[in-house]
């Protein structure tokens, strides 16, 4: 995340203005006040939750020229120097950039010499857990034997990584992820200063895209402010990140955990319809079920109460593959339909739900009306498109889909009838079944449900000579298509 322009001006000066971190804050403080600061310090925790902040405020505490308690007044001229960082008495490196020995040594040439100015020499160290072990080995020996008037602030987000030769010479102090009510507040407070307004979902919605992190927050707002003129919406945050809202996942998971078929497609087709990036939306997804996987098992949430573990674990497993299946995808909403049809029918209930769900003539009646001729009229003006369509979904079925005769359509059915049961079988094979409607859908635009029937066991469509010249039509035209 590179827009940082929020982040560098709502960060805080003072140690009463750091949120969320009150144990740190009021250790600090009393050492300061107490002058009992310690030499080494070590920050541990996420990004962007304020460990360099905490840092820079202890530095000019120490500092200032005209200190209130513990904080800093920030305008006198240890201060200002500070804050503008023209100051050579603070000294902030990148481990990550500056990895080497050769660096660490340089560092401790400069801490050898009495500041130049402030009483306090204060050195942090970023991503400490990223230097070599030379640099490591060099930093420890200058631990062991600080000189007085250097303090180091050593940070990180990967304390495992850190040899504990060094955690056992500083000071530790964990940093907490920021709670998204604690972010909502200072997002709610940026919004406002910035003269725009905001929804109270949409700051939710920002808050726990932060994940915890104020830069990931306010980055995020900084993206979005500059696309917004006036109220900031779930709708706008939606559009301008390309992520999905928790409330959007958890409506997603609704369809899915109470059987909605149609709408729980008709929400992916949507995604994909909008343009939005269905890798990114699988993502998000997997989190979202990540996270209530943990909480379900370490019995932490009352969210969706009446699912079941295992139906959780079905739900992972269905979309963990169709992941897998995405890249590969002709057509990228297809493994997550396939994975919604999966998880959301019985075979039992297949038939009679796909066709409830799919738009069904509601007169109730089964005879063939007169929109379900057209509708077949459509199909089999598209059938050689069809099947190229299925011949791109998958190699194997166009082979038995080359033997389908449409007849009828009819409830929202239409019916294949085949000559063999090998290849009526082929066909009725769920997963089959939903390419074959896939394709259809694309090509004729209308939402159908496929239904293989044997030849010898149908007894005939309604009486409708039309078909009948159409459906010899077809069948010369479904024979041209080559494998
Ligand atoms: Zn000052």
Redesign the pocket.
């Given at each position: 995340m590179s827009n940082l322009v929020l982040y560098r001006k709502y960060r805080p000066q003072r140690f009463e203005d750091v949120i969320n971190q009150e144990h740190v804050k009021t250790t600090l403080q009393n050492a300061i006040i107490n002058k009992r600061v310690g030499h080494a310090y070590l920050f541990t925790g996420p990004r962007g939750v304020g460990k360099t902040t905490m840092a820079r405020i202890l530095a000019?505490a120490l500092?200032?020229?005209?200190?209130t308690g513990a904080e800093?007044?920030?305008?006198?001229?240890?201060?200002?120097q500070l804050l503008i960082g023209s100051s050579l008495d603070i000294l902030e490196i990148d481990a990550a950039s500056n990895t080497g020995v050769d660096n660490i040594r340089e560092l401790i040439e400069h801490v050898q010499y009495a500041p130049s100015q402030a009483s306090f020499k204060v050195i942090v160290i970023d991503e400490v857990h990223m230097l070599s072990k030379g640099a490591f080995n060099a930093l420890l020996k200058t631990l062991e034997e600080p000189p007085a008037h250097v303090i180091f602030v050593l940070a990180t987000t990967e304390v495992h990584k850190v040899p504990a030769t060094i955690v056992s010479r500083t000071q530790r102090f964990d940093f907490k992820r920021v709670s998204v009510s604690d972010l909502s507040k200072l997002l709610e407070f940026v919004v406002s200063d910035n003269k725009l307004s905001i929804d109270q979902e949409a700051l939710v919605a920002i808050a726990e895209a932060a994940d915890g992190s104020f830069r990931d927050g306010l980055s995020l707002l900084d993206q979005i402010i500059s696309y917004s003129s006036g109220k900031i919406t779930l709708g706008l945050i939606e559009e301008v990140l390309g992520f999905t809202s928790k409330q959007a996942l958890m409506q997603f998971m609704d369809l899915i955990t109470s059987d909605k078929t149609a709408l729980a497609v008709g929400f992916v087709s949507q995604l994909n319809y909008r343009g939005r990036d269905l890798f990114q939306f699988h993502k998000d997804f997997m989190e979202f079920l990540r996270k209530l996987l943990l909480a379900k098992i370490s019995k932490e949430t009352d969210a969706y109460p009446g699912l079941p573990l295992n139906r959780l674990v079905a739900i992972i497993e269905a979309f963990q593959k169709a992941g897998s299946e995405l890249k590969w995808a002709n057509i990228p909403s297809l493994p997550l339909e396939l994975a919604v049809v999966e998880l959301t029918q019985t075979d039992a209930g297949l038939t009679r739900n796909v066709a409830e769900d799919f738009s069904p003539p509601k007169n109730g009646s089964l005879k063939t009306s007169a929109t379900d001729n057209e509708t077949l009229q459509k199909v089999l003006d598209h059938w050689p498109q069809i099947l190229e369509k299925v011949k791109d979904y998958n190699h194997s079925l166009i082979s038995s889909m080359k033997l389908a005769e449409p007849v009828e359509v009819r409830a929202g059915e239409l019916i294949l009838l085949f000559p063999y049961k090998f290849h009526k079988d082929a066909i009725e094979a769920r997963k089959n079944r939903i390419i074959i409607d896939q394709a259809i859908e694309e090509a004729v635009g209308v939402k159908i449900m496929a239904k293989p029937i044997l030849k010898n066991e149908w007894k005939g469509a309604e009486p409708n000579a039309e078909n009948q010249t159409l459906n010899s039509a077809i069948k010369i035209l479904g024979g041209d298509i080559q494998n």
């Amino acid at each position: 995340m590179s827009n940082l322009v929020l982040y560098r001006k709502y960060r805080p000066q003072r140690f009463e203005d750091v949120i969320n971190q009150e144990h740190v804050k009021t250790t600090l403080q009393n050492a300061i006040i107490n002058k009992r600061v310690g030499h080494a310090y070590l920050f541990t925790g996420p990004r962007g939750v304020g460990k360099t902040t905490m840092a820079r405020i202890l530095a000019r505490a120490l500092n200032c020229q005209n200190r209130t308690g513990a904080e800093p007044c920030n305008e006198c001229e240890m201060c200002k120097q500070l804050l503008i960082g023209s100051s050579l008495d603070i000294l902030e490196i990148d481990a990550a950039s500056n990895t080497g020995v050769d660096n660490i040594r340089e560092l401790i040439e400069h801490v050898q010499y009495a500041p130049s100015q402030a009483s306090f020499k204060v050195i942090v160290i970023d991503e400490v857990h990223m230097l070599s072990k030379g640099a490591f080995n060099a930093l420890l020996k200058t631990l062991e034997e600080p000189p007085a008037h250097v303090i180091f602030v050593l940070a990180t987000t990967e304390v495992h990584k850190v040899p504990a030769t060094i955690v056992s010479r500083t000071q530790r102090f964990d940093f907490k992820r920021v709670s998204v009510s604690d972010l909502s507040k200072l997002l709610e407070f940026v919004v406002s200063d910035n003269k725009l307004s905001i929804d109270q979902e949409a700051l939710v919605a920002i808050a726990e895209a932060a994940d915890g992190s104020f830069r990931d927050g306010l980055s995020l707002l900084d993206q979005i402010i500059s696309y917004s003129s006036g109220k900031i919406t779930l709708g706008l945050i939606e559009e301008v990140l390309g992520f999905t809202s928790k409330q959007a996942l958890m409506q997603f998971m609704d369809l899915i955990t109470s059987d909605k078929t149609a709408l729980a497609v008709g929400f992916v087709s949507q995604l994909n319809y909008r343009g939005r990036d269905l890798f990114q939306f699988h993502k998000d997804f997997m989190e979202f079920l990540r996270k209530l996987l943990l909480a379900k098992i370490s019995k932490e949430t009352d969210a969706y109460p009446g699912l079941p573990l295992n139906r959780l674990v079905a739900i992972i497993e269905a979309f963990q593959k169709a992941g897998s299946e995405l890249k590969w995808a002709n057509i990228p909403s297809l493994p997550l339909e396939l994975a919604v049809v999966e998880l959301t029918q019985t075979d039992a209930g297949l038939t009679r739900n796909v066709a409830e769900d799919f738009s069904p003539p509601k007169n109730g009646s089964l005879k063939t009306s007169a929109t379900d001729n057209e509708t077949l009229q459509k199909v089999l003006d598209h059938w050689p498109q069809i099947l190229e369509k299925v011949k791109d979904y998958n190699h194997s079925l166009i082979s038995s889909m080359k033997l389908a005769e449409p007849v009828e359509v009819r409830a929202g059915e239409l019916i294949l009838l085949f000559p063999y049961k090998f290849h009526k079988d082929a066909i009725e094979a769920r997963k089959n079944r939903i390419i074959i409607d896939q394709a259809i859908e694309e090509a004729v635009g209308v939402k159908i449900m496929a239904k293989p029937i044997l030849k010898n066991e149908w007894k005939g469509a309604e009486p409708n000579a039309e078909n009948q010249t159409l459906n010899s039509a077809i069948k010369i035209l479904g024979g041209d298509i080559q494998n």
